[in-house]
């Protein structure tokens, strides 16, 4: 590529010009990736942290923030790499520049198979497991077939609602964003101010371990809340429809990160507050990470259990709507590029969805809710998330080199330590499911690999076409 087209490139790589409306502002944004990070997993990942923490309360927060500030440090990656690069697909389209349509297609086939419908799929699994919770008495309860069906009615359902448009799909986000922050704060504030314990906060665990052995604590405690910070790398599949991007991006993944980890943090406090020690060492023992849950019962009673029973479901309900939403739109970009069907690159006349996408993507997730258990779901979109989360840190590197003079309104801060860091821990964490999940994860290898056959026989071709005539265009124009 000259001088000439590698500028022509930068600057549709930069440019805000979409076909798609511009509707999401800073909270919708907020909303979106805040509201798929928040799950259920508030109630019990604490009890994991504290378990692997030594029992140490004070060791446990401290576990909390410095997950948070992993997570705020790989979101500022996707930050640098969402404001220079506003372009519907989020790492399908980084990955590509960094290094080449085979790695970006396997990245966006393994999605659509495994990893971004199999999200929708868990998490349509985990919203009917939890109603049954609540109904444990009744036939829907003791029904898979009737917790499936309705799995799958709100896999369509959302479909529906956001093929009417991203600001209708927004605006559900935020509405069920506040109603189910509302039992969460009910529990955090009563928590803090009606609890009667004073939880000791020092970070050595009782068994006076090493300060060798408490690193380890910790590095095992992080891995377990990287999967309540699960989601923040969401926000960038849809770029092209947030307004202002360059700007509201970045601020809207700092903001929720940020506003994210004080949750987590200050939400154990309150339970450690209102929970005795010795109860949460019992309950823990026996298997029992559900110390949310118990807070609450301890607050309010019977109801207690019923408040904690609503802000799992609306929690989960609004992970799922903001899946739903973002997941179609990489597979939308790579149609758009050639390199995948061509009827998913086509927009609703009226509304400007993908609707195509919306609609394959929902059928692949229903797919999926026949086929699989929450567990086996959970595991494969775990490590296909690793894998290519890895391959887009780095591609800061490989991008700052490819296009040095690129506008980059934000930059990944501790700049290039940082990103060795997390590709690093990206590496362990694979390595462990490995040892632990072999057959996950040759399926996580196997998914790609088909993939890349699979762009070499159907749409080689087809991609090599729209460059050519995008490379034409550009000469004629010059």
Not at 99 to 106: I, L, N, Q, V
Not at 433 to 458: H, K, R
Request: aromatic content about 10%; proline content about 4%.
């Amino acid at each position: 590529m000259n001088e000439n087209q590698n500028t022509h490139v930068m600057q549709e790589l930069s440019s805000e010009k979409t076909e798609l409306r511009r509707e999401v502002g800073l909270f919708g944004g907020i909303s979106v990736l805040a509201g798929i990070m928040i799950g259920s997993g508030i109630f019990y990942i604490g009890g994991i942290v504290l378990q692997r923490s030594g029992m140490s309360l004070g060791l446990a927060l401290l576990v909390w923030l410095v997950g948070g500030l992993v997570t705020l440090m790989s979101g500022i990656c996707y930050a640098e790499l969402g404001a220079m690069m506003p372009k519907a697909g989020g790492s399908y389209v980084y990955l590509r520049e960094a290094y080449g349509e085979r790695t970006a297609f396997m990245s966006g086939f393994s999605n659509f198979i495994l990893g971004s419908s199999g999200s929708n799929a868990a998490l349509a699994v985990a919203f009917s497991a939890a109603i049954a919770s609540m109904l444990p008495s009744s036939a829907f309860a003791g029904s898979e077939l009737m917790q499936k069906a309705l799995a799958i009615a709100m896999i369509a359902l959302l479909t529906v609602i956001n093929i009417f448009g991203v600001k209708l799909g927004s605006t559900v986000q935020n509405i069920f964003m506040v109603l189910k922050m509302l039992p969460i704060f009910l529990i955090l504030v009563c928590g803090l101010f009606m609890g009667t314990e004073s939880p000791s906060l020092s970070i050595i665990p009782a068994s006076n371990p090493s300060l060798f052995q408490i690193l380890g604590m910790i590095a095992f405690g992080v891995v377990a809340t990287m999967w309540a910070y699960e989601g923040w790398t969401n926000l960038n599949g849809i770029a092209e429809e947030i307004k202002h991007p360059k700007k509201n991006l970045p601020l809207a993944i700092i903001i929720s990160i940020i506003g994210v980890t004080v949750l987590y943090v200050l939400f154990n406090y309150a339970v450690y507050r209102v929970l005795p020690y010795d109860t949460i060492v019992s309950m823990i023992d026996a298997g029992n990470y559900y110390l949310g849950t118990e807070a609450a019962n301890r607050l309010f009673g019977n109801a207690g259990g019923l408040i904690v029973g609503a802000a799992m479901i609306l929690a989960i309900f609004n992970s799922l709507n903001g899946c739903v939403m973002v997941f179609p739109r990489t597979y939308y970009a790579m149609a758009r590029d050639g390199a995948f069907f061509k009827g998913m690159a086509k927009l609703h006349p009226t509304y400007k969805t993908p609707v195509n996408a919306l609609i394959v993507s929902g059928l692949v997730s229903i797919a999926l809710v026949c086929t699989r258990n929450l567990s086996q779901l959970t595991s494969l979109v775990a490590f296909c998330a690793m894998v290519f989360n890895g391959l887009t840190f780095y591609a800061v590197i490989r991008l700052r080199k490819k296009y040095p003079t690129m506008d980059r309104p934000y930059k990944v801060w501790g700049y290039p330590v940082m990103i060795f860091v997390i590709c690093l821990i990206m590496i362990g964490l694979m390595a462990n499911t490995f040892i632990e999940d072999p057959i996950t994860s040759i399926i996580g290898f196997a998914v790609p690999a088909v993939g890349l056959v699979l762009y070499e026989l159907v749409f080689k071709k087809s991609r090599e076409a729209v460059v050519n005539a995008e490379n034409a265009e550009y000469e004629e124009e010059n």
